[in-house]
Every structure is written in structure tokens, then in C-alpha cells.
């Protein structure tokens, strides 16, 4: 009787509908994502800081305990956005401690300054090593069971509109034109990304700069409206334009904010004005937003010295998702989207 029952629970679980799982991985103020498809195919976004502000392989246990609760043995695509070292990682480490079978990212270092050189120059030793994917925007990375589009790769953005896109978007026009930080020219080499797993959609740009999200949403929406939205450069005050966040009108936005780094009050300002908004979650308590951080449930990290736990989002194909706070079990279920987007 007990093996039939086995059996019964083992076929029932075969059967059941594979969702698209996220981890917001807490690398204090640097940004790691561990994306598990539907098909069990996963990408690794980042990685975190390098030693020695991430010492004894720090990022590395982080991403691979995400790894573990994802029943995760190796790392099929490791994508770097850009060559910041906050979103670099150490690849030494974790290629050192986890297989890694394919490495995408921008190709050759086009930018200068802030130690970028050096730290492009140890990476691209190591990635020599590995196949290698260089993205141009509108390609579809090799996910099985998840539509991966890019929208900005190396400061270049999508040409044509994706499905659900291309009307004039009326957020422009409250937006405040700002030209690019010359000397944060890396930012805006990100590989911005658009998930979409049946109904659902969610939208990441890693640390494109307002100057540039306004170049991509304006004067026409390429994407059209999202389900999520992972706020960019940490939610710090230099990124998110309201034509972007207003733009996407996402109904849930994930804080990637370190407790001394991104989380910044203006840009948490413009983010609860954005129509169709229901919840802010973030990585971790902000001591610069102050009354502007969300309730304790949809917070990560209370303290600034804390114990590193994740925020997971698992969608499913009729576009209803579901995200849980890994530090209290919190979670939260959102119905399919009643706007009816793409």
C-alpha cells in the first residue's frame, strides 16, 4: 500500500504544471539571480561580488544554497549583464566549486575607469575556458521552456516592438530628460532582459541608467505592460524613469537594494506612483528610504547585518505567480493579471 502510494504521489508530481522559479539572491548591494525554466534548464544572472569584499567565497555559498533549494546540480548559462565588479562575481570560486556549461555576456570590454580593466582582464582569462554567447538586442537566449528576449545589450536597444508592444507611451512626457554619467558608462553596457512563460512577463534591465531607459521606452513602449519588474541599478536614484516603471506599470516591483546601497528614496517614489501598482518587495530593509520601505513581510533582510536570505518568485503559465520571502516563509499569491497583458 505504502509503495502505491509512492508511486501515486511520484506520478502526481510528474504531472503537475513546471513553473518559472526566481531567486533574488541577497549579495549585499550587488545583484545574483538564479533562473530555473519550466524545462529544469536554469541561468545564473551575475554573481555577486568577488573577494575581498566577498571574502572566503561569500556570493559563491549564497548562490550555490539557492542552487540547492532548487534541487540545482550545475549552472547551465552563467550571463553577466556587464563588467561592474559588484555584478562580476568571482568566477574563479565558483567555477572552482560549481560546473558551469555555457557563459553569455557583452564579448570585449568597451568601457574605462573605476577598475573595470583589471577586473575584465583576470574574467576573461577564466571565460576562455567555456563556450561562449555574445547577445545582440531582440535575440532569444537559450532557455528552454522560457521566452528570454533582450531588449539592451552594450548600450544598444531593441529595433522592433515585441508582442503586446509598440503603442506611444504617455509616460514619457512626465519624464525628466537627463543626459548619461560619463563615468558610469558600464551601467548602460547591461543586458536587459524580458521573461515571458505564457501570460507572465517580468522585466530586468540590471543597472541601465535613466538616460538610457528613456532611449529604450520612449517615444514608443517596445514591451508593453509586465507582471514584474526588477528595479534597476539597485533602485538607486540615477535609474528608473517614469517612462520606464510608469511605462511597464509592472503590478509587483523586486527591490535588488543592499541596506547602505540602492533603495533610494526617490527612486522608491517614483516606483509607488506607477499606476497598477500592488507590492514593493526588496532584498533588504533601506536605511536611506526610511518610511518608504515596504512592510516587514515583503522585506528579506530587516537587519544590515544579516543572515542573507532570498526573495523567490515562481510563475506559472497562466500568469499567476506566486512570491515568498525566504527569511520569515511569508508569501504571496497574485492572480493572473486582470489587465489582460501579454
Known amino acids: 500500500m505504502r509503495t502505491i502510494l509512492f508511486l501515486a504521489a511520484a506520478l502526481a508530481l510528474a504531472a503537475a504544471p513546471r513553473a518559472l522559479t526566481f531567486y533574488q539572491i541577497d549579495v549585499e548591494g550587488g545583484k545574483a539571480m538564479l533562473v530555473v525554466a519550466p524545462s529544469g534548464e536554469n541561468m545564473l544572472v551575475d554573481a555577486g561580488w568577488p573577494a575581498p569584499y566577498a571574502p572566503d567565497g561569500r556570493d559563491v555559498e549564497r548562490i550555490r544554497a539557492a542552487m540547492a533549494d532548487a534541487h540545482m546540480q550545475r549552472i547551465d548559462n552563467l550571463l553577466i549583464t556587464h563588467f561592474d565588479i559588484d555584478h562580476l562575481g568571482d568566477l574563479a570560486t565558483l567555477t572552482s566549486r560549481v560546473e558551469v556549461g555555457r557563459i553569455i555576456d557583452n564579448g570585449a570590454l568597451q568601457s574605462s575607469g573605476k577598475g573595470v580593466e583589471q577586473n575584465y582582464e583576470a574574467y576573461a582569462k577564466l571565460r576562455a575556458r567555456f563556450p561562449h554567447l555574445v547577445p545582440a538586442p531582440g535575440a532569444r537566449l537559450p ?151 515596504a512592510p516587514e513581510d515583503f522585506i528579506a533582510n530587516i537587519e544590515e547585518n544579516c543572515t542573507a536570505k532570498w526573495i523567490k518568485l515562481s510563475a506559472r503559465a497562466d500568469g499567476s505567480f506566486t512570491i515568498t520571502n525566504g527569511r520569515n516563509g511569508y508569501s504571496k499569491n497574485y492572480q493572473a493579471d486582470p489587465r489582460g497583458a501579454f
Open 143 to 293: 532557455l528552454r521552456g522560457v521566452e528570454v528576449r533582450v531588449l539592451t545589450a552594450a548600450t544598444r536597444i531593441i529595433a522592433r516592438p515585441l508582442a503586446g508592444g509598440g503603442s506611444p507611451n504617455a509616460a514619457c512626457g512626465s519624464s525628466e530628460v537627463r543626459p548619461e554619467i560619463a563615468e558610469d558608462h558600464e551601467d548602460n553596457m547591461s543586458i536587459g532582459l524580458l521573461y515571458r512563460f505564457g501570460r507572465f512577463r517580468m522585466v530586468d534591465l540590471a543597472d541601465l541608467e535613466w538616460a538610457y531607459d528613456m532611449r529604450l521606452m520612449c517615444p514608443r513602449n517596445p514591451v508593453g505592460t509586465v507582471d514584474v519588474y526588477v528595479s534597476s541599478v539597485h533602485a538607486q536614484a540615477k535609474a528608473g524613469s517614469p517612462a520606464l516603471v510608469h511605462g511597464l506599470a509592472p503590478r509587483v516591483v523586486i527591490v535588488n537594494n543592499g541596506a547602505r546601497k540602492g533603495g533610494d528614496s526617490k527612486a522608491l517614489e517614483i516606483i509607488r506612483r506607477s499606476p497598477g501598482l500592488e507590492d514593493v518587495w526588496q532584498l533588504h530593509s533601506s536605511i536611506a528610504a526610511k518610511a518608504l520601505n
